[in-house]
């Protein structure tokens, strides 16, 4: 079982910065694949930012440049550092960690980016 648990998220003005934080429990840690997803009002979900266990990212063409996903194996923690923020990253946001064929997800981190 593992569980994760999001911190970090709330309101910023247009071109701000937040910081979004998951905390996961459970073993070995580090040699899984976390990630973000993100799921605006009336839209599906979708994955925004990867990080292997090695380090390795990736990121939705969306928020290149903006975001930026690391992990501290150390403290089992992934974050995901967001700048230039516009309205429509206006969502909330899912820690995602998959094992042994399962998704585990957390409760979510609410993020509205409006003036």
């Known amino acids: 079982q593992v569980q994760l648990v999001e911190s970090g998220g709330g309101l910023v003005q247009p071109g701000g910065s937040l910081r979004l934080s998951c905390a996961a429990s459970g073993s070995a840690f580090s040699i899984y694949a976390m990630a973000w997803y993100r799921q605006a009002p009336g839209k599906q979900r979708e994955l925004v930012a990867t990080?292997?266990?090695?380090?390795?990212?990736n990121y939705a063409d969306s928020v290149k440049e903006r975001f930026t996903i690391s992990r501290d194996n150390a403290k089992n923690t992934v974050a995901l550092r967001m700048n230039s923020l516009k309205p429509e990253d206006t969502a909330i946001y899912y820690c995602n960690t998959k094992r042994g064929g399962t998704d585990y997800w957390g409760q979510g981190a609410q993020v509205t980016v409006s003036s």
């Open positions: 990080i292997s266990g090695g380090g390795r990212t």
